[in-house]
């Protein structure tokens, strides 16, 4: 019986049957009314005979609650049948969390704006599901709040470029028709202005919103009493055709271009979530499932779960991170590693979901899905970093909160006097000057000026392979002047190679190898595999050891063909009693060329030496090269030899060279550097730097390294090379300064526009900032703060 026959048998018996029924059993109850079906996907009871969906798959009949349980169910039956949905885990819920960019402390299920900023929320997944409504939503109210912006500009801008259009219809029916069209725009298509600026205030926190719903509503309230109730305003007041005049126009063209700023900026935030996007992307929708009895079918990648095998195919990507069963195939793992140069894949090893099968077919088990997978983990480190706030985004904070106080305050001093002191009519001129002020001083620019760069950094880091994990962490490394490395893996490759074989007494060169490879079968360090490989490479017999003794950071020793034998370092043969003085001169030329030497002994007497080189990554010197041009001091820490090490930093031109040094001494390392003042960051790629990458600046992990050493960085360089490091720097320091620039903008601009609005010119030029301009100018820096923070995504790295 296979598993779908089972489960359904199974469930049939206890009532929570997936709601198929045999032909036979339909045959005999068709007729019977009120008969009832168990919904197979959501498990709710479905009533037979009315019109409810049903499919037929395997010559059984299913029944289903909705279209859409029918959907799901027909993309995939085995998932359903075999009770792989109940193993599956729910992780919905974390996708529905909303948080402002802002205000990272506002966390809401769904949708909504934040209480202290008054900004629309983002998904914490850094991507929304669906479109985005707020988008929808105020596009749409632009354009109403543009439909009636250009009738009233005609109304009461036309006499001024000869279209006489109130002497036509009349000064009274004009400003009724001004009346009706701003109407609907403020009390409608404002309404989420007057929302947000009202919670600013019973919540005591003031923003760009409490601004805009005080100049919007006093221009209007101030209008709707000069038209119906003029008689309340005195004669010195009135225009030469002794009408009040009113500004309808200036309160709905300010709604107008607020709605611009408003739609422009969701537009710029949806284009920062692009990268995460592309990430996305690269996960397959469907894997191809082999169910336990050989059928093969494409189903849904949500679908899939821990253990199920899958195919994949020449051409397509591997659906999620898996280990291989069958097959043999070249993977090109350029989206985790950087590198174009495809990895073989045989059975046993592991590939990464989101990565692209070659050229064979490969069999897979499912071992990380969902959340789990490597690629989720990048996109949610993504996300987390553009989420974070930058140490110097309090810095606008502490502005923003005793600017929008200090506005007010400007906008009553103006409108006071230019009540008292300004020209008649006096009271027009004192609402014209508080309106332009409230409406030009809105913060927006300065509360987007760190968010919009931090969002598009991170996204162009992504895509460069530089995971950040938070905003500190890019600000961090753009002050940094020390990088400490660490020699194997991080500047040579990690796999060490055979270099050299010399005999010193009677054995030959194969007799050494022989010797040392027998000795090392038992050994489980690197070098040891180097020197197997070596001899194999070399077509040398390797014999067996007995009496195996493995000497922590010494070396090996045992007996081979009835011989006593040693491999290791000077302090081995030390240990053993062996003059190491015979082979010194050789063993210090090999050293000096940057190898590791082993001694090794037969019988008591040094016979021979083996050198083994871990090479230097092609991409090593010109990444050395430009961190030495971004003016970093590097520091080589490495537990080898000083003359290897030496050797080693002389070839890549390092600045210092701390050899000899254990796990715990790299913290240290880092805290001395501290200590002297240096602005410190650690490249490390295994468990032991992880104490190190948790006490520097900044910790740097290598990608291809251990998964604590990511947990304990704040930057991760997924290809796992120094180059990375050089990138890093370039784009903290890009984002640095254009955080600052747009700091600037946002300064500069409201020191300039503020004064303007309440009128400091009006006794050099005789004119007054009209309001609408006041909330053009304010528009225009918000898209100016945008548009130099999405130059961060062609940053050339």
Not at 59 to 73: I, L, M, Q, S, T
Not at 518 to 531: D, M, R, T, V, Y
Not at 761 to 770: I, K, Q
């Amino acid at each position: 019986m296979d598993h779908r026959d089972h489960d359904h048998h199974e469930h049939k018996s206890d009532g929570s049957c997936c709601g198929s029924h045999t032909a036979e059993d339909k045959s005999e109850s068709k007729a019977v009314e009120g008969e009832t079906a168990i919904d197979p996907v959501c498990g709710m009871t479905v009533k037979l005979n009315a019109g409810k969906p049903s499919l037929t798959y395997k010559g059984e009949e299913y029944h289903f609650c909705n279209p859409k349980c029918h959907d799901r169910f027909e993309a995939d039956p085995y998932f359903f049948l075999s009770g792989n949905n109940k193993k599956k885990k729910k992780a919905e819920k974390k996708n529905a969390l909303y948080t402002c960019p802002m205000d990272p402390e506002i966390v809401q299920e769904g949708p909504g704006t934040c209480p202290i900023c008054g900004m629309a929320l983002e998904p914490m997944s850094g991507v929304s599901e669906g479109p985005n409504t707020e988008l929808i939503d105020f596009t749409r109210r632009l354009w109403g709040s543009a439909g009636a912006a250009i009738p009233l500009l005609v109304l009461t801008m036309g006499p001024m470029i000869g279209l006489p259009v109130r002497d036509w219809i009349g000064e009274q029916i004009a400003v009724y028709l001004e009346f009706m069209l701003a109407t609907p725009v403020v009390l409608w298509a404002a309404r989420p202005f007057f929302h947000r600026g009202w919670t600013s205030i019973v919540t005591r926190n003031f923003n760009m919103w409490t601004l805009i719903m005080l100049g919007v509503a006093a221009a209007y309230t101030y209008s709707v009493v000069a038209t119906f109730a003029p008689g309340l305003f005195p004669e010195t007041m009135r225009m030469e055709g002794g009408h009040v005049p009113v500004y309808f126009e200036a309160a709905v063209v300010i709604i107008a271009l607020v709605f611009v700023g408003q739609v422009l900026e969701l537009r710029a935030r949806e284009r920062t979530g692009d990268a995460i996007k592309a990430l996305l992307d690269l996960a397959p929708k469907t894997a191809r499932r082999i169910t336990p009895d050989g059928e093969e079918y494409d189903a849904p990648l949500e679908n899939i779960i821990e253990g199920d095998l899958m195919r994949v195919r020449p051409g397509e990507s591997v659906p999620v991170d898996a280990v291989v069963k069958e097959g043999r195939s070249s993977v090109d793992e350029s989206m985790i590693t950087g590198e174009p140069v495809p990895i073989e894949k045989g059975e046993g090893d592991k590939v990464t979901g989101g990565t692209l099968n070659k050229n064979g077919t490969l069999v897979v088990v499912a071992d990380k899905v969902g959340e789990d997978t490597m690629l989720a983990h990048i996109v949610e480190m993504v996300a987390s970093a553009q989420r974070s706030r930058a140490p110097i985004q309090g810095l606008a904070d502490r502005v923003a909160s005793w600017f929008v106080p200090t506005v007010v305050s400007v906008a009553v001093i103006a409108f006071l006097a230019w009540l008292f002191l300004g020209p008649q009519p006096a009271f027009v001129f004192a609402i014209v000057s508080a309106v332009s002020v409230l409406i030009i001083a809105c913060p927006c620019a300065l509360g987007l000026a760190t968010p919009m760069s931090i969002m598009t950094a991170t996204g162009r880091g992504a895509q460069a392979g530089v995971l950040v994990k938070d905003a500190e962490a890019l600000e961090r490394m753009a002050k940094v002047d020390t990088v400490i490395v660490d020699k194997t893996g991080t500047l040579t490759e990690g796999k060490p190679k055979l270099t050299d074989v010399l005999a010193l007494g009677e054995h030959n060169e194969t007799a050494i190898l022989s010797l040392a490879a027998a000795l090392e079968k038992g050994s489980e360090h690197p070098l040891a595999e180097a020197i197997i490989a070596g001899a194999e490479e070399r077509g040398v017999t390797v014999g067996s050891a007995t009496d195996f003794d493995a000497v922590t950071g010494k070396g090996v020793k045992g007996t081979v063909s009835g011989e006593a034998v040693a491999l290791g370092n000077g302090a081995m043969m030390e240990a053993e009693g062996i003059d190491a003085d015979v082979a010194a001169d050789e063993a210090d030329r090999l050293r000096g060329e940057g190898k590791t030497v082993m001694l090794v002994a037969v019988g008591g007497k040094v016979a021979g030496m083996v050198a083994v080189a871990d090479p230097v990554k092609e991409s090593t010197a010109g990444a050395i090269r430009a961190l030495h041009e971004a003016g970093l001091r590097v520091i080589m820490a490495t537990g080898d030899n000083e003359r290897t090490a030496k050797a080693v930093a002389a070839q890549l031109g390092i600045d210092e060279v701390r050899a000899g040094v254990l796990p715990e001494d790299k913290k240290a390392l880092v805290e001395e550097l501290q200590a002297a003042g240096r602005s410190v960051a650690m490249a490390g790629d295994g468990i032991n730097d992880a104490p190190a990458l948790a006490a520097a600046h900044v910790g740097i992990a290598m990608g291809t390294g251990a998964d604590v050493a990511m947990e304990s960085a704040g930057i991760t360089l997924l290809k796992g090379d120094l180059q990375g490091i050089a990138k890093a720097r370039k784009l903290a320091q890009s984002t640095l300064a254009n955080i600052k620039q747009n700091l600037f903008f946002a300064f500069a601009y409201n020191s300039i526009g503020v004064p303007v609005a309440a009128g400091i010119l009006y006794p050099l030029t005789g004119t007054l900032l009209s309001p609408m301009i006041a909330a053009a100018a304010m528009s225009l820096s918000s898209v100016s703060v945008i548009s130099n923070a999405l130059r961060l995504r062609t940053l050339k790295l």
